[in-house]
């Protein structure tokens, strides 16, 4: 499908989440909607427990809503089966998580090759090279995550999210599991890229300084969305 530059990349519609337990019926989303036109950048701000991260989850395809649609650059993800979605989770969007999830057994360089692998990519060891230097590693190609400090754990995802050019870049507390100062480093890497790659981007965080720089911020308050 071919989108106009009008045509948002991710149109979140109605999204509501709800889940049932012994001692009843508890709603996590409420009727969410959000769309971002292309380039576009949004902060979802707001408390420990207020839905941010399940919308996320929602928003990847990885959690499916109770009611409503989530469409990734035109693509009903809750049209298709969990192989589809998977498909379209390795074509168009890139993750940078608070915990960095880069598989343990696996060297720096590999958990950026993996990423172009599942797509087929032939070139996948130099284009991971390339961009693993970008991100100021390229001497530390074959170390592996047990031996990196969280900063360079969390520049190897950055560049693992970002070799796969995705049209949406979902980050979950990129900075949570970082000291201040290396957050901010890390921060302005992660928005100095999103700029140059032109790639849509879904910030959770709650760094008021951080949502700032985003184009614009929405609040999640108890499950519903509001502007910030």
Known sequence: MTLSKQD???DVRQVSK????????LT????????LAPRESVAIVGASGSGKSTLLGIMAGLDEPSNGSVRI????????DEDARAAVRAAQIGFVFQNFQLMAHLTALENVMLALELRGERDARRLATEMLQRVGLGERLRHYPKVMSGGEQQRVALARAFVVQPALLLADEPTGSLD???????????FEMNREAGTTLVLVTHDPAIAARCDRQVRMEAGRLRDA
Not at 73 to 80: C, T
């Open 8 to 10: 948002p990349i991710i």
């Open 73 to 80: 650059a035109g693509v009903d993800l809750f049209s298709l």
């Open 18 to 25: 709800t889940v049932h337990d012994a001692t009843g019926t």
């Open 180 to 190: 201040h100062a290396t957050g901010a480093a890390i921060m302005a890497l992660m």
């Open 28 to 35: 996590i989303l409420h009727e969410i909607d959000l769309q």
